[in-house]
């Protein structure tokens, strides 16, 4: 067979083969709507149950009196001095410890994330703010007293040694002294907050910083911190919400000396001269239109900051 013959072969060949194209995989069947809606029947079965059926409880009770009759006495004895001192004083002790919770927990989580530690300290500083950030009530009330009471081991150990912690005005049963407190399960939550946060942040945003000339300050200041706002504020909201509602820790540690919102409403619903439930619930009501004002900012941020993580 002479050349040319074997060429218009190939060609003829060649025009009859096709590459295979690869095959598509099976579309996964479709779920049906009711399917879809059973995953999540029990979270809003727990919500009704657990959050809007006692809510709405709440609400029902503030308007009623002890003989269950319509009032609203209830809702007016809210602006009395005395409570509204419980909702200053509560609003500024989770403010406090909201900002100082941040403050302390972003270092600690930038200082194992982003400072360059070894691996071991970051496992251990986030093991331990798991622990740390559900450590309360009774129990932390009385580490706190054994350490820093009057006569705390590490009182005892100062005054030894010629400090005089409540000579120079320190007070462990004061607003300070339970903010101080507080702090201890407020970082570590802050710290497993911002941590995943603070892993988002790109390598290649900060290099591009570098390449344009942006100093550190100025990566941190233009950059980075726009970035972590979202997710900062969101935080802080957080810790001010976990405040807001402790009880267990304040009650225990001052025995109802710091008028709070928390102790007034066990008083009103446990108290024997101040028993009001009607009252306690028109306070319960108050706190939860707090709360949820606080989860409504929180959503709106968090949404903000997860539109940054994802690029």
């Known amino acids: ?76 004895s809210l602006f009395t001095p005395s409570i509204l001192s419980a909702y200053s004083i509560s609003i500024r002790i989770s403010l406090v410890t909201a900002l100082g919770g941040a403050l302390f927990g972003f270092l600690l989580a930038y200082a194992v994330i982003l400072g360059g530690l070894p691996r071991w300290a970051r496992d251990a ?3 331990f703010s798991g622990v740390a950030s559900n450590f309360a009530g009774v129990p932390l009330a009385f580490a706190f007293v054994a350490t820093l009471g009057r006569l705390g ?23 300070w002294g339970l903010s101080f407190t507080y702090m201890y399960f407020q970082f570590p939550l802050m710290v497993l907050i ?18 344009l000339g942006a100093t550190a300050w100025q990566y941190w200041r233009m950059v980075a911190l ?24 304040a009650l225990s540690l001052t ?3 710091i008028n709070l919102i928390t102790i007034l409403i066990g008083a009103q619903m446990m108290g024997d001269v101040l028993y009001n439930p009607g009252l306690g619930y028109a306070l319960s ?21 997860e539109r940054w993580l994802k690029r």
Do not use: C, H
Not at 153 to 175: C, H, P, Q, R, W
Not at 194 to 211: Q, S
Not at 285 to 305: D, H, P, T
């Open 255 to 257: 025995g109802g000396l």
């Open 153 to 175: 081991m590490l009182t005892v150990f100062l005054k030894a040694i010629g400090i005089d912690l409540y000579e120079a005005g320190f007070n462990l049963y004061s607003f």
């Open 1 to 76: 067979m002479s050349p040319a013959l074997l060429r218009q072969s190939g060609n003829e060949g060649g025009l009859g083969l096709r590459p295979a194209s690869p095959s598509s995989p099976p579309r996964a069947p479709k779920q049906s709507g009711l399917w879809a809606w059973a995953g999540v029947a029990p979270f809003f079965l727990f919500a009704l149950l657990f959050m809007l059926l006692p809510s709405l409880s709440l609400l029902v009770g503030s308007f009623r009196d002890a003989q269950g009759n319509f009032t609203l006495e209830n809702i007016r």
């Open 125 to 127: 500083l986030l093991t």
């Open 226 to 249: 726009p970035i972590l706002t979202p997710s900062i504020l969101g935080a802080i909201i957080l810790l001010f919400g976990n405040a807001f509602g402790a009880y267990a820790t």
């Open 285 to 305: 009501f108050g706190m939860i239109v707090v709360m949820a004002l606080n989860m409504v900012v929180y959503y709106f941020l968090r949404k903000r900051s």
């Open 194 to 211: 911002i941590a995943p946060a603070l892993e988002g942040l790109k390598r290649e945003w900060r290099e591009a910083a570098e390449n």
